[in-house]
Protein backbone atom coordinates (compact mmCIF):
# COMPACT_ATOMS: atom_id res chain seq x y z
CA UNK A 1 0.00 0.00 0.00
CA UNK A 2 1.52 3.74 -1.02
CA UNK A 3 1.54 5.87 2.44
CA UNK A 4 -1.23 8.69 3.21
CA UNK A 5 -1.25 11.28 5.19
CA UNK A 6 -4.03 12.52 6.67
CA UNK A 7 -5.77 16.04 6.68
CA UNK A 8 -2.34 16.75 5.40
CA UNK A 9 -4.53 20.41 4.66
CA UNK A 10 -6.02 21.16 8.21
CA UNK A 11 -2.48 21.35 10.09
CA UNK A 12 -0.57 22.92 7.23
CA UNK A 13 -3.26 25.87 6.94
CA UNK A 14 -2.67 26.58 10.55
CA UNK A 15 1.21 26.79 10.14
CA UNK A 16 1.42 28.70 7.42
CA UNK A 17 -1.29 31.18 8.76
CA UNK A 18 1.01 31.94 11.81
CA UNK A 19 3.11 34.62 10.60
CA UNK A 20 0.93 35.70 8.06
CA UNK A 21 -2.10 38.05 9.61
CA UNK A 22 -3.40 39.17 6.28
CA UNK A 23 -4.28 35.82 5.78
CA UNK A 24 -8.38 35.26 6.28
CA UNK A 25 -10.12 31.64 5.78
CA UNK A 26 -13.93 32.00 4.45
CA UNK A 27 -16.12 29.18 4.71
CA UNK A 28 -19.48 28.41 2.98
CA UNK A 29 -20.96 26.16 5.64
CA UNK A 30 -18.43 23.00 4.82
CA UNK A 31 -15.58 24.16 7.12
CA UNK A 32 -15.01 20.40 8.66
CA UNK A 33 -15.39 18.92 5.45
CA UNK A 34 -12.75 21.06 3.71
CA UNK A 35 -10.72 20.98 7.06
CA UNK A 36 -11.00 24.41 8.09
CA UNK A 37 -12.30 23.44 11.30
CA UNK A 38 -8.23 23.43 12.74
CA UNK A 39 -7.86 27.34 11.32
CA UNK A 40 -11.18 28.47 12.49
CA UNK A 41 -10.37 26.91 16.16
CA UNK A 42 -6.89 28.53 16.12
CA UNK A 43 -7.57 31.80 14.69
CA UNK A 44 -11.28 32.82 15.39
CA UNK A 45 -10.73 36.44 14.71
CA UNK A 46 -9.43 35.74 11.64
CA UNK A 47 -12.12 32.97 9.88
CA UNK A 48 -15.20 33.98 8.61
CA UNK A 49 -18.55 31.73 8.17
CA UNK A 50 -20.52 32.99 5.20
CA UNK A 51 -22.81 30.31 5.48
CA UNK A 52 -24.23 28.36 2.33
CA UNK A 53 -23.94 31.66 -0.07
CA UNK A 54 -21.15 31.50 -2.17
CA UNK A 55 -21.93 34.86 -4.58
CA UNK A 56 -21.85 36.93 -1.46
CA UNK A 57 -18.48 34.86 -0.30
CA UNK A 58 -16.75 35.72 -3.19
CA UNK A 59 -17.35 39.40 -3.06
CA UNK A 60 -16.47 39.52 0.82
CA UNK A 61 -13.32 38.25 -0.24
CA UNK A 62 -12.86 40.55 -3.03
CA UNK A 63 -13.34 43.62 -0.38
CA UNK A 64 -10.99 42.26 1.81
CA UNK A 65 -8.41 42.21 -1.15
CA UNK A 66 -9.15 45.28 -1.64
CA UNK A 67 -8.43 45.97 2.01
CA UNK A 68 -4.89 44.37 2.14
CA UNK A 69 -6.85 41.02 3.55
CA UNK A 70 -5.19 37.81 1.80
CA UNK A 71 -8.72 35.57 1.74
CA UNK A 72 -8.76 32.20 1.59
CA UNK A 73 -11.95 30.53 0.43
CA UNK A 74 -12.84 26.95 1.13
CA UNK A 75 -15.74 25.37 0.23
CA UNK A 76 -16.47 21.94 -2.86
CA UNK A 77 -14.71 23.21 -5.79
CA UNK A 78 -18.18 23.02 -7.75
CA UNK A 79 -19.10 25.95 -5.24
CA UNK A 80 -15.85 27.78 -6.10
CA UNK A 81 -16.23 27.81 -9.89
CA UNK A 82 -19.44 27.16 -11.60
CA UNK A 83 -21.72 28.85 -8.56
CA UNK A 84 -20.20 31.81 -8.42
CA UNK A 85 -18.49 32.11 -12.02
CA UNK A 86 -19.52 36.11 -12.67
CA UNK A 87 -18.63 36.73 -9.24
CA UNK A 88 -15.05 35.35 -9.91
CA UNK A 89 -14.51 36.97 -13.46
CA UNK A 90 -16.48 40.33 -12.59
CA UNK A 91 -15.35 41.20 -8.76
CA UNK A 92 -12.01 39.16 -8.33
CA UNK A 93 -10.33 38.26 -11.91
CA UNK A 94 -11.23 41.54 -13.39
CA UNK A 95 -9.36 43.62 -10.82
CA UNK A 96 -6.65 40.59 -10.52
CA UNK A 97 -7.06 40.70 -6.98
CA UNK A 98 -5.20 38.11 -4.71
CA UNK A 99 -8.11 35.78 -3.19
CA UNK A 100 -7.46 32.07 -3.27
CA UNK A 101 -10.12 29.62 -4.20
CA UNK A 102 -9.41 26.38 -2.41
CA UNK A 103 -11.75 23.94 -4.08
CA UNK A 104 -11.62 20.36 -2.40
CA UNK A 105 -13.76 17.30 -4.12
CA UNK A 106 -12.49 17.79 -7.69
CA UNK A 107 -14.10 16.08 -10.62
CA UNK A 108 -15.22 12.77 -9.39
CA UNK A 109 -13.32 12.34 -5.91
CA UNK A 110 -17.07 12.54 -4.27
CA UNK A 111 -20.06 10.00 -4.72
CA UNK A 112 -21.96 13.07 -4.35
CA UNK A 113 -23.30 12.94 -8.16
CA UNK A 114 -23.68 15.98 -10.65
CA UNK A 115 -24.14 18.50 -8.05
CA UNK A 116 -21.15 17.76 -6.40
CA UNK A 117 -18.73 17.07 -9.15
CA UNK A 118 -16.62 19.44 -10.18
CA UNK A 119 -16.25 18.14 -13.80
CA UNK A 120 -15.67 21.72 -15.72
CA UNK A 121 -14.09 23.52 -13.39
CA UNK A 122 -10.64 23.68 -14.98
CA UNK A 123 -12.51 24.45 -18.37
CA UNK A 124 -14.09 27.27 -16.50
CA UNK A 125 -11.07 29.01 -14.52
CA UNK A 126 -8.83 28.76 -17.78
CA UNK A 127 -10.88 30.85 -19.32
CA UNK A 128 -10.67 33.62 -17.00
CA UNK A 129 -8.20 36.30 -17.55
CA UNK A 130 -5.48 37.20 -14.55
CA UNK A 131 -6.46 33.33 -13.19
CA UNK A 132 -3.83 30.54 -11.91
CA UNK A 133 -5.25 27.40 -11.71
CA UNK A 134 -2.73 24.82 -9.39
CA UNK A 135 -3.43 20.82 -8.95
CA UNK A 136 -2.44 18.82 -6.09
CA UNK A 137 -1.75 14.82 -6.73
CA UNK A 138 -0.31 14.05 -3.12
CA UNK A 139 0.49 15.51 0.45
CA UNK A 140 3.51 17.16 -0.33
CA UNK A 141 1.69 19.17 -3.34
CA UNK A 142 -0.81 19.40 -0.56
CA UNK A 143 1.51 21.18 1.33
CA UNK A 144 3.74 22.66 -0.63
CA UNK A 145 0.64 24.85 -2.52
CA UNK A 146 0.08 27.58 -0.13
CA UNK A 147 3.72 28.91 -0.42
CA UNK A 148 4.20 28.64 -3.38
CA UNK A 149 0.68 30.40 -4.64
CA UNK A 150 0.95 33.47 -1.90
CA UNK A 151 2.95 35.70 -3.75
CA UNK A 152 1.12 35.71 -6.76
CA UNK A 153 -0.76 39.16 -7.21
CA UNK A 154 -3.65 38.20 -8.18
CA UNK A 155 -6.64 35.49 -7.97
CA UNK A 156 -5.72 32.16 -7.71
CA UNK A 157 -7.63 28.57 -8.07
CA UNK A 158 -6.28 25.53 -6.23
CA UNK A 159 -7.59 21.76 -6.59
CA UNK A 160 -7.37 20.38 -3.40
CA UNK A 161 -7.39 16.94 -1.40
CA UNK A 162 -8.76 16.22 1.93
CA UNK A 163 -8.84 13.16 4.28
CA UNK A 164 -6.30 10.34 3.62
CA UNK A 165 -4.10 11.82 1.13
CA UNK A 166 -1.03 9.59 -0.62
CA UNK A 167 2.73 10.57 0.00
CA UNK A 168 4.55 10.09 -3.62
CA UNK A 169 6.81 12.87 -3.49
CA UNK A 170 10.02 13.86 -1.26
CA UNK A 171 8.36 16.51 1.26
CA UNK A 172 11.65 18.44 0.73
CA UNK A 173 10.90 18.75 -3.10
CA UNK A 174 7.90 21.06 -1.96
CA UNK A 175 5.67 22.00 -4.47
CA UNK A 176 8.61 22.66 -7.12
CA UNK A 177 8.27 26.27 -9.67
CA UNK A 178 8.56 24.27 -12.99
CA UNK A 179 5.09 23.56 -13.36
CA UNK A 180 5.36 19.84 -13.05
CA UNK A 181 7.70 16.75 -12.17
CA UNK A 182 9.04 14.90 -14.99
CA UNK A 183 8.72 11.85 -13.96
CA UNK A 184 10.38 9.12 -16.24
CA UNK A 185 12.27 10.95 -19.67
CA UNK A 186 12.87 7.84 -21.82
CA UNK A 187 10.63 6.05 -24.42
CA UNK A 188 8.44 7.64 -27.56
CA UNK A 189 5.63 7.37 -25.91
CA UNK A 190 4.54 9.65 -23.15
CA UNK A 191 1.66 9.79 -20.46
CA UNK A 192 0.70 13.38 -19.00
CA UNK A 193 -1.43 13.27 -15.68
CA UNK A 194 -2.52 15.71 -13.30
CA UNK A 195 -4.09 15.31 -9.70
CA UNK A 196 -5.57 11.96 -8.55
CA UNK A 197 -4.59 10.67 -11.95
CA UNK A 198 -0.91 10.86 -11.52
CA UNK A 199 -1.10 7.60 -8.96
CA UNK A 200 -3.39 5.89 -11.74
CA UNK A 201 -0.55 7.01 -14.32
CA UNK A 202 2.78 5.46 -11.99
CA UNK A 203 0.81 2.27 -11.47
CA UNK A 204 -0.14 1.47 -14.64
CA UNK A 205 3.94 2.77 -15.75
CA UNK A 206 5.58 0.30 -12.75
CA UNK A 207 3.41 -2.51 -14.30
CA UNK A 208 4.50 -1.67 -18.00
CA UNK A 209 8.33 -1.15 -16.80
CA UNK A 210 8.77 -4.52 -15.51
CA UNK A 211 7.71 -5.77 -18.85
CA UNK A 212 10.28 -3.69 -20.24
CA UNK A 213 8.34 -1.01 -21.78
CA UNK A 214 9.65 2.18 -21.44
CA UNK A 215 6.96 5.35 -21.19
CA UNK A 216 8.06 8.91 -20.47
CA UNK A 217 5.82 10.72 -17.86
CA UNK A 218 5.04 14.30 -16.93
CA UNK A 219 3.17 15.44 -13.55
CA UNK A 220 1.55 19.03 -14.34
CA UNK A 221 0.63 20.61 -11.11
CA UNK A 222 -0.18 24.29 -12.57
CA UNK A 223 -2.48 24.36 -15.45
CA UNK A 224 -1.58 27.96 -15.61
CA UNK A 225 -0.27 29.57 -16.20
CA UNK A 226 0.44 26.64 -18.55
CA UNK A 227 4.22 25.67 -18.35
CA UNK A 228 5.05 25.40 -21.78
CA UNK A 229 8.73 25.23 -21.70
CA UNK A 230 8.49 22.12 -19.49
CA UNK A 231 5.94 20.29 -21.85
CA UNK A 232 7.58 21.23 -25.30
CA UNK A 233 10.62 19.12 -23.92
CA UNK A 234 8.67 16.57 -23.14
CA UNK A 235 6.89 16.57 -26.09
CA UNK A 236 9.94 16.15 -28.11
CA UNK A 237 10.72 13.01 -30.08
CA UNK A 238 7.40 11.41 -28.70
CA UNK A 239 5.50 9.62 -31.28
CA UNK A 240 2.13 8.93 -29.56
CA UNK A 241 1.04 11.48 -26.05
CA UNK A 242 -1.96 10.30 -23.55
CA UNK A 243 -3.17 12.64 -20.99
CA UNK A 244 -4.84 11.50 -17.75
CA UNK A 245 -7.38 14.02 -15.77
CA UNK A 246 -10.33 14.19 -13.28
CA UNK A 247 -11.91 16.13 -15.52
CA UNK A 248 -13.53 16.22 -18.69
CA UNK A 249 -11.62 16.67 -21.93
CA UNK A 250 -12.96 19.38 -23.23
CA UNK A 251 -11.18 22.60 -21.74
CA UNK A 252 -8.94 20.74 -18.89
CA UNK A 253 -5.38 19.13 -19.53
CA UNK A 254 -6.16 17.15 -22.78
CA UNK A 255 -7.25 20.28 -24.28
CA UNK A 256 -3.92 22.76 -22.67
CA UNK A 257 -1.69 19.78 -24.67
CA UNK A 258 -3.56 19.68 -27.59
CA UNK A 259 -3.47 22.92 -27.83
CA UNK A 260 0.66 23.56 -27.42
CA UNK A 261 1.16 20.43 -29.72
CA UNK A 262 -0.82 22.30 -32.44
CA UNK A 263 1.02 25.19 -31.84
CA UNK A 264 4.45 23.72 -32.49
CA UNK A 265 3.18 21.53 -34.97
CA UNK A 266 4.03 18.43 -33.29
CA UNK A 267 3.55 15.61 -35.31
CA UNK A 268 2.61 13.56 -32.21
CA UNK A 269 -0.57 11.80 -31.73
CA UNK A 270 -2.91 12.65 -29.18
CA UNK A 271 -5.02 10.81 -27.01
CA UNK A 272 -7.21 11.94 -24.29
CA UNK A 273 -8.63 10.05 -21.24
CA UNK A 274 -11.01 11.94 -19.30
CA UNK A 275 -15.13 12.31 -18.84
CA UNK A 276 -15.99 11.89 -22.44
CA UNK A 277 -18.05 15.09 -22.77
CA UNK A 278 -20.69 13.29 -20.02
CA UNK A 279 -21.78 13.69 -16.30
CA UNK A 280 -20.73 11.10 -14.26
CA UNK A 281 -22.93 9.70 -11.48
CA UNK A 282 -23.21 9.02 -7.58
CA UNK A 283 -20.83 6.28 -6.55
CA UNK A 284 -17.07 5.55 -4.85
CA UNK A 285 -13.98 7.02 -6.54
CA UNK A 286 -12.37 4.15 -7.39
CA UNK A 287 -15.98 2.94 -9.23
CA UNK A 288 -16.06 5.77 -10.81
CA UNK A 289 -12.31 6.14 -12.22
CA UNK A 290 -12.73 2.77 -13.25
CA UNK A 291 -16.64 3.43 -15.15
CA UNK A 292 -14.99 6.71 -17.22
CA UNK A 293 -11.70 5.15 -17.39
CA UNK A 294 -9.99 7.57 -15.39
CA UNK A 295 -7.63 4.70 -13.63
CA UNK A 296 -4.35 2.75 -14.29
CA UNK A 297 -6.58 -0.32 -15.98
CA UNK A 298 -7.58 2.06 -18.76
CA UNK A 299 -4.59 4.09 -19.24
CA UNK A 300 -3.06 0.40 -19.36
CA UNK A 301 -5.58 -0.72 -22.11
CA UNK A 302 -5.16 2.56 -24.16
CA UNK A 303 -1.15 2.31 -24.12
CA UNK A 304 -1.17 -1.87 -25.15
CA UNK A 305 -1.92 -0.70 -28.64
CA UNK A 306 0.76 1.98 -29.13
CA UNK A 307 3.14 -0.35 -27.91
CA UNK A 308 2.02 -3.06 -30.10
CA UNK A 309 1.32 -5.65 -28.15
CA UNK A 310 -0.52 -6.86 -25.20
CA UNK A 311 1.37 -7.29 -21.55
CA UNK A 312 -1.38 -9.43 -19.95
CA UNK A 313 -1.14 -7.24 -16.89
CA UNK A 314 -4.06 -8.14 -14.38
CA UNK A 315 -6.34 -5.80 -12.23
CA UNK A 316 -4.62 -7.39 -8.80
CA UNK A 317 -1.29 -6.21 -9.95
CA UNK A 318 -1.80 -2.85 -11.30
CA UNK A 319 -3.98 -2.31 -7.54
CA UNK A 320 -1.21 -3.84 -5.31
CA UNK A 321 1.23 -1.60 -6.90
CA UNK A 322 3.57 -0.33 -3.79
CA UNK A 323 4.90 3.29 -3.69
CA UNK A 324 8.37 2.95 -1.94
CA UNK A 325 7.68 4.47 1.90
CA UNK A 326 11.37 4.92 2.37
CA UNK A 327 12.16 7.11 -0.95
CA UNK A 328 9.16 8.54 -2.33
CA UNK A 329 8.97 9.31 -5.88
CA UNK A 330 11.53 11.54 -7.61
CA UNK A 331 12.25 12.47 -11.06
CA UNK A 332 13.50 9.65 -13.11
CA UNK A 333 12.18 6.92 -10.67
CA UNK A 334 10.77 3.68 -11.94
Not at 99 to 121: E, K, W
Request: with cysteine; charged share 20%; net charge negative.
Amino acid sequence: MTRVATRPHAGNLVRFAANRPELLVLSADLTASCEADDFRATYPDRFISCSMAEQNMVSMAAGLAREGFVPYLHTFAVFLTRRVFDQVAMSVAYPNLKVRFVGFLPGITTPGGVTHQAIDDVALMRVIPNMSIFECADATEVEGVLQQVHEINGPVYIRMLRGDVPLLFPKEDGFGHKGGRLLASTGTTGVVSTGVCTQEAIRARSCLARRGAEIRHLHVNRIKPWPAQLVDEFLHGLSNVVSLENHSVIGGLGSAVAEQMASQGSGARLHRLGLQDTYAHGASKSYLMREYALDARALVDTLEPLLGRPFHITDEELETVEISTDRRLRAEDL
